[in-house]
């Protein structure tokens, strides 16, 4: 590193790409790994028509929306794009998310409930019960590691009637050949963490968001961790690498 | 930063993105400047025909082809797309690279004669003298800064014919109101550093380059530097912001 290297100004990165997305560029960003690898993105994604969905996600992120029913909370909801689909539907989704920016171009492009802050500070403000969370674009790795997806199964536990369901998708880490993402799963397993636990920072121009854990599971890892906060597996659809996974009170 | 965090291994980050477009991909990789400031490249516009270039690069770009002639070193050559047009017109250039993956790329493409290295090491080579030298993309910038540019002038100068020129293009700095960079030229003055003279490193998936000086002058800067080291420059298009400079011996 030169003397002069700097870290980035803290802030809202991920926000601050989605604004200028909503304002017509394409907020393209970066997502950093704690191994040095980058990946970017182009914001522009997340503002696609449900029918053109195909192009950038997943084909079974819009099946989802026919898996849910009733109150729905959508967790991390980036700019969204599933709330919006879900009210089109004629439901009253509320869109959850813990970056500013999202939470504001959620609003401005129609979404009439959102919160901003994490599930824990909203299941807090006891609203009432929820028939279902939607943690889609593979929101499911909020879940951040092992260890602490107990306290987020156990939160949207509360926030959800007795039958409520988690629908939500996830990417299987090893449906990967490339040596940069095996070498990072080795260097996991060698510190004592689940193979598809990422530490990851989002970047956009001068702005670095929080290092936040991102865990990628296969099926089966989604399994074991559900059953010990309570909930069962009860559908997956075959990893591509992304799945959708359906979870029901045990 | 997390613990965990590490630097990105050392490598040709640029090199490895222009392989990947080449190969099909779209090798979209990060600029990172060391104020934590990042921008991001899509390689596939380094592998544009000339009637497409305006799509992605200044005007000026093509017209940089009709101001050469005779024996032509491309400095800087990228993927190759200047050697390429002038070898459809005839000529017979150098594509000189410090990047082995450009160099390797600019031979898969076609460019008959190319150098991997410095223009130090080049002119190190005693290699026949040219009539000009083509620094396009905003090579000038490769300058690197206000006391550095002396030495890649005399060498260009070494290179060159006594009445040979160099053709370059670059970004005149003050053009902007991006109060990101604005702050970044305010930081350069307080450390005594030309406002425009950016410290930067190419990102591609697991690598980094090396950290390399990139300096960005008006046209007047660019006089004032010219002509200390012997060199005037001789004509100039408008600024916006990129701009195409003529160099002559003084």
Do not use: K
């Amino acid at each position: 590193m030169p003397d002069s290297a700097v870290e980035p100004r803290l802030g809202d990165a991920f926000g601050a790409a989605l604004l200028d997305a909503f304002a017509g560029g394409r907020g393209t960003h970066v997502t950093e790994r704690d191994d040095g690898f980058v990946d970017v993105m182009d914001a522009t994604m997340y503002f696609l028509e449900p029918d053109l969905w195909s192009d950038a996600w997943p084909g079974h992120d819009e099946a989802a929306l026919d898996l849910v029913h009733g109150r729905i909370l959508d967790v991390g909801a980036g700019a969204g794009r599933h709330s919006l689909a879900l009210q089109t539907r004629g439901h009253e989704p509320v869109a959850l998310d813990v970056s500013p920016g999202a939470v504001e171009v959620c609003r401005r492009r129609g979404v009439r409930h959102t919160f901003l802050g994490s599930i824990e500070e909203f299941a807090d403000s006891d609203p009432p019960l929820f028939d279902a969370a939607v943690l889609m674009g593979n929101n499911l790795s909020l879940l951040g590691s092992p260890e602490r997806s107990g306290s987020m199964l156990g939160t949207l536990r509360r926030l959800l009637h007795p039958a409520g369901t988690i629908v939500g998708a996830c990417l299987d880490p090893y449906l990967t050949d490339d040596p940069v993402h095996l070498a990072y799963h080795q260097q996991n397993r060698e510190r004592g963490r689940s193979p598809g636990q990422l530490t990851l920072r989002v970047r956009y121009r001068g702005l670095a968001g929080d290092w936040f854990d991102w865990l990628l599971m296969s099926p089966d890892e989604l399994a074991v961790i559900a059953d010990r906060a309570g909930w069962r597996l009860d559908d997956v659809t075959d990893p591509d690498p992304s799945y959708l996974a359906v979870l029901r009170p045990a």
